[in-house]
């Protein structure tokens, strides 16, 4: 991840190091995990697509397709989708699980994005 991005990246297992882990020590990542047969995972398009755009010089947003990259989902115990993961200083700091509004997800993202202090 060589620029900021305004809009979700696709990762895969095989760009999951350099995309998610990586970029987290620099800023917080929030990933997306979904399928495109999950009703609720179409749902989160439109506000996650508003948050990588609003929110682009301090936070990517990633999405990982759970049928392509079944191991990714199995390490971080996701067992029902769609599941949003915070990623700060290379580690997965919190999730929500299901389909939540907007303001929740930016409240989630500013709690762990501050510093505590």
């Known amino acids: 991840m060589n620029s900021i991005e305004s809009h979700p990246i696709a990762v895969t297992a095989d760009?999951?190091?350099?995309?998610?882990?990586?970029?987290?020590?620099?800023?917080?990542?929030?990933?997306?995990?979904?399928?495109?047969?999950?009703?609720p995972c179409k749902a989160?398009?439109?506000?996650?697509?508003e948050i990588?755009?609003?929110?682009?010089?301090s936070l990517v947003v990633a999405k990982i397709n759970v049928d392509e990259a079944p191991e990714l989902a199995a390490r971080?115990?996701?067992?029902?989708?769609?599941?949003?993961?915070?990623?700060?200083d290379g580690e997965a700091t919190t999730m929500l699980v299901g389909l939540r509004p907007k303001t929740e997800i930016l409240r989630h993202i500013d709690s762990?994005?501050?510093p505590a202090r």
């Open 112 to 114: 762990v994005a501050q």
């Open 44 to 49: 989160l398009t439109a506000p996650l697509n």
């Open 52 to 57: 990588a755009a609003e929110r682009s010089s």
């Open 76 to 88: 971080y115990n996701i067992r029902s989708i769609p599941a949003l993961v915070l990623f700060r």
């Open 15 to 39: 760009t999951f190091t350099s995309e998610v882990i990586d970029a987290s020590r620099k800023q917080t990542v929030l990933v997306d995990f979904w399928a495109p047969w999950c009703g």
